[in-house]
């Protein structure tokens, strides 16, 4: 909650595995707690509406936040500071295939490249020509 109101954020993608986390959060901005009784598909139609805390089911998306990570950062939509060196050798030693699975044994930590993709699920393309 001191992330948010320090940052401004509108809203906080949290890992749909922590569902105690989710609903806490939820509570204390006065926000509908029993998301659990809705279906993947619909809360994920969320990101568009009004919620704040968006819980990101990994199992379902990871593929999709994945690809879509990729193509932000070829398309050159993302500067990562040089600063956040953990977040450079996770991006470098992340090994990824042909089915757009990451092997998380494989790369350097992943929960940073986890956070970074989070956090992308806010953002679309622009209405401009990339």
Same mark, same amino acid.
């Given at each position: 909650?001191?992330?948010?109101?320090?940052?401004?954020?509108?809203?906080?993608?949290?890992?749909?595995?922590?569902? %105690? #986390?989710?609903?806490?959060?939820?509570?204390?901005?006065?926000?509908?707690?029993? $998301?659990?009784? *809705?279906? %993947? %598909?619909?809360?994920?139609?969320?990101?568009?509406?009004?919620?704040?805390?968006?819980?990101?089911?990994?199992?379902?998306?990871?593929? %999709?936040?994945?690809?879509?990570? $990729?193509? *932000?950062?070829?398309?050159?939509?993302?500067?990562?500071?040089?600063?956040?060196?953990?977040?450079? #050798? !996770?991006?470098?030693?992340?090994? #990824?295939?042909?089915?757009?699975? *990451?092997?998380?044994?494989?790369? !350097?930590?992943?929960?940073?490249?986890? !956070?970074?993709?989070?956090? *992308?699920?806010?953002?679309?393309?622009?209405?401009?020509?990339?």
């Amino acid at each position: 909650m001191q992330l948010k109101q320090r940052h401004h954020c509108t809203r906080l993608y949290v890992d749909g595995a922590n569902p %105690e #986390v989710i609903r806490e959060l939820k509570r204390r901005i006065g926000e509908y707690q029993d $998301y659990h009784r *809705l279906t %993947e %598909e619909q809360i994920w139609a969320f990101r568009n509406s009004s919620w704040q805390i968006i819980p990101v089911n990994f199992q379902k998306r990871h593929r %999709e936040m994945l690809q879509w990570t $990729y193509t *932000l950062m070829s398309k050159r939509f993302i500067k990562i500071n040089p600063t956040l060196h953990n977040l450079i #050798v !996770s991006l470098r030693t992340a090994i #990824v295939s042909d089915e757009w699975k *990451l092997d998380k044994q494989q790369s !350097s930590h992943n929960d940073l490249l986890d !956070s970074l993709r989070l956090s *992308l699920c806010n953002y679309e393309f622009p209405n401009c020509n990339p």
